[in-house]
């Protein structure tokens, strides 16, 4: 069993950054991560993930955020940069428990979930 603790978000300006960490314990983050992002009556939107070498990324944060973890994968982190209002979520992450496809890298169908973290972004 996995528990993903999410932290680091916060209240930034237009044109700001945050790093969000994901820190798991119980396991280290062996498969894939990921990060998501809703807000209220919307759906969860997939951000950001990581699998292997392999990293794929939403276009709308294309270019101003990266996921990376640490070396000992039991944290995961979202640097985002220049940041814009239309950002502010609640971002979640997420990890997988086994080895999936890399099509799957954006499903939200995952087998563990943080609580997550609130981004606001002000103009």
């Known amino acids: 069993q996995v528990q993903l603790v999410e932290s680091g978000g916060g209240l930034v300006s237009t044109g700001g950054s945050l790093r969000l960490s994901c820190k798991a314990s119980?396991?280290?983050?062996?498969?894939?991560v990921a990060w998501f992002r809703q807000r209220s009556g919307s759906e969860r939107e997939f951000v950001a993930g990581?699998?292997?070498?392999?990293?794929a990324y939403a276009d709308s944060v294309k270019g101003r955020f990266t996921l990376s973890r640490d070396s000992g994968k039991s944290t995961a982190y979202l640097q985002m940069n220049n940041l814009k209002t239309e950002d502010t979520h609640m971002y979640y992450c997420?990890?997988?428990?086994?080895?999936?496809?890399?099509?799957?890298?954006?499903?939200?169908?995952?087998?563990?979930w943080g609580q997550g973290t609130q981004v606001s972004v002000s103009s």
């Open positions: 990581i699998k292997g070498s392999t990293t």
């Open positions: 997420a990890a997988e428990g086994k080895v999936i496809n890399s099509s799957l890298l954006r499903s939200s169908q995952k087998d563990y």
């Open positions: 119980g396991r280290a983050l062996n498969y894939a």
